[in-house]
């Protein structure tokens, strides 16, 4: 069965540090990978997508995830986290089995302390 | 651009009544979900439809819930009778197509009581 596995419920990290969120997926099918991000009060937002080509992907803000296809892995990364990045962590796959469906894990709560 | 509209924004009903949500789509977007997100899950897919067709409705508890998008636009979410266990998080979101990602909408927080 296809799932999505976040392995971290929660990450505290101090503010400048570095941070990993971990993604994992099962899947025999081909994927495209996204992660969302939520803010407190906020809606799900759009942070970054796989979807083919490189297999290192950027965003706006800082965070950068790296498909690796052998691993079925997706962990996002900052090199340098700020306080404004305390938020809820989101990682998708949609399967193309025919037709496409969306699986979310389960979300990882990064705790930025100053 | 608007983004994803939903309404009401919150919403407290005892088990057994009726209720429904409300979606206005991001304009040309084709696709439409409905999420539920219980506490401390991520949301789980109730039904996804292309215009107004449904595309995959299998995780959608379909002798209490129902769905209709009429006009490939507007879509409306009903839950009849509710139980407990279905206070959660309803989210809308659409998209362009499959793999531009979705966007959501601030969702609607169902209490049951």
């Known amino acids: 069965a296809q799932s999505v596995t976040q392995l971290d419920s929660q990450v505290p990290v101090f503010e400048e540090a570095p941070v990993e969120l971990r993604c994992n997926y099962s899947?025999?099918?081909?994927?495209?990978l996204f992660w969302y991000v939520q803010y407190p009060n906020q809606g799900l937002q759009l942070l970054l997508k796989?979807?083919?080509?490189?297999?290192l992907v950027e965003s706006i803000n800082g965070f950068e995830a790296e498909f690796n296809k052998s691993q079925t892995s997706f962990h996002l990364r900052k090199p340098s986290v700020h306080i404004s990045d305390t938020a809820e962590y989101f990682c998708?796959?949609?399967?193309?089995?025919?037709?496409?469906?969306?699986?979310f894990g389960a979300g990882t709560r990064l705790f930025v302390k100053a | 651009e608007a983004g994803v509209a939903q309404s009401p924004r919150y919403k407290i009903i005892e088990k057994r009544q009726s209720v429904a949500f409300w979606c206005n789509p991001i304009?040309?977007?084709?696709?439409l979900y409905w999420y539920q997100q219980i506490l401390g899950q991520g949301p789980k897919l109730l039904i996804q439809?292309?215009?107004?067709?449904?595309?995959?409705d299998s995780q959608l508890p379909k002798d209490r819930f129902s769905a209709e998008r009429l006009k490939g636009v507007d879509s409306t979410l009903k839950i009849q009778p509710a139980k407990l266990e279905d206070s959660a998080v309803y989210l809308c979101?659409?998209?362009?197509?499959?793999?531009?990602?979705?966007?959501f909408g601030q969702g609607t927080r169902l209490t049951v009581v």
């Open positions: 979101a659409s998209s362009l197509n499959t793999g531009s990602g979705a966007f």
């Open positions: 899947s025999s099918v081909s994927v495209y």
């Open positions: 796989y979807l083919s080509g490189s297999t």
């Open positions: 998708a796959v949609t399967l193309n089995t025919g037709g496409f469906k969306t699986i």
């Open positions: 304009s040309g977007h084709a696709t």
């Open positions: 439809f292309q215009n107004n067709g449904v595309v995959d």
